[in-house]
């Protein structure tokens, strides 16, 4: 009954990002959609995703919370990491207990583990063998993902993959650079109005998000124009 109802659910879970692809195409709500899915059909308490710029330089573009956020900030600032060799090699790159990496990836080690993360595992993000991203799991247990986890973690990836890198934006490879760039200047508005929303209501910044986040889709807005608007003052939430 468990197997049917996770099948199901997994099932409304590629549906909804196929909807995402045709209603409107929002890449940022497409890439929140994806991590917030693959964080309640794999089990983990936290998902994010990095994207390379034009230059190849990952950045931060969705995540479930601001604990992922930072372990996967820190990474890129020490410039190692699982996510990051997971870039590097095209390969899902799976640590079963964070606490056995100090001497590898110290700093990387020491803020999953302060950020209550046992296990992170790393699944690429790539379409023809050409990497733009990874997609990141973080779960409070140590442990490997299954054979099963990993099929429909990389399954979801693609998906997300081939909607950024779609039809209309690989015709000509500076499209595709565009809607990459896109995504990436559009998550420095949204922690920006984070900012704002967290200041002016005296809340965290997972709250604040979702408040941005509600305010999008119950009124039907682009997420990025809505925290244009909290930034420049003219939307007050």
């Keep these: 009954m468990a197997s049917d ?5 997994l099932t409304t879970a590629f549906v909804t990002l196929a909807d995402t692809l045709v209603a409107g195409y929002d890449v940022v709500d497409l890439l929140q959609t994806l991590v917030d899915t693959c964080a309640d059909l794999l089990d983990a308490s936290a998902a994010g995703i990095m994207l390379a710029d034009a230059t190849g330089e990952l950045a931060v573009v969705a995540s479930t919370s601001e604990k992922s956020r930072i372990v996967e900030t820190i990474q890129l600032s020490a410039g190692s990491g699982p996510c990051v060799e997971c870039f590097t090699t095209g390969a899902v790159v799976t640590v079963s207990d964070v606490t056995e990496l100090g001497d590898r990836w110290p700093e990387f080690s020491e803020a999953a583990v302060q950020q209550g993360f046992r296990s992170v595992h790393g699944v690429p993000l790539r379409l023809r063998g050409k990497m ?9 247990t140590t442990g490997v993902l299954s054979d099963e986890d990993k099929s429909v973690a990389q399954g979801l990836a693609d998906v997300a993959t ?4 779609q039809e209309r934006a690989i015709r000509e490879a500076d499209v595709a650079k565009q809607q990459l760039q896109h995504a990436l200047d559009s998550r420095v508005l949204i922690e920006q109005a984070k900012g704002v929303i967290a200041y002016m209501r005296d809340v965290d910044m997972d709250v604040a998000f979702q408040t941005l986040r509600d305010h999008s889709r119950s009124n039907n807005l682009n997420l990025r124009d809505v925290a244009e608007r909290v930034v420049n003052r003219s939307l007050s939430l």
């Design 5 to 9: 109802t996770r099948e199901r659910r």
């Design 132 to 140: 733009i991203g990874t997609l990141n799991l973080f779960r409070p």
């Design 162 to 165: 081939i909607g950024i890198l």
